[in-house]
């Protein structure tokens, strides 16, 4: 069976989407995908995803040029999930952090525990 037939997408057509670095396994980000964005990542290798406050599809780093190559997709056992293990160039945060999970639970309060990636 095809992933694309596999998917469990949500009542609004969308499948969470976890990005993995390839090589260190870190999580760089979650966003979100629908049939199409999903079906075009498959088909072009590059990560393109949908933008829920936006509304409208977005290759990531189709502006900044921090884009993301993929290398694997695995689906999780209840199928509403999907894990990409992708190359990043450059930040994959919006924010210029190489990961989204930029802060960390310090003992009651938060720190940044990573520089940003400079370009």
Known sequence: MPLIDMV???????????????ATREVLMVAYMNRDTLEE????????????SRKKRWRKGETSGHVQALRE?????DGDAL???I??????????????FFRKSDGGSWRTAA???VR
């Open 8 to 22: 469990k997408f949500d009542e609004k057509g969308l499948v969470t989407a976890i990005a993995q670095d390839a």
């Open 83 to 85: 894990l990409f293990s």
């Open 41 to 52: 990542t498959l088909r072009t290798g590059s990560m393109v995803y949908w933008s829920r």
């Open 115 to 117: 520089e940003k990636v």
């Open 87 to 100: 190359d990043q160039t450059g930040a994959a945060c919006h924010e210029g952090y190489r990961s989204c």
């Open 73 to 77: 997709v695995r689906i999780d056992c």
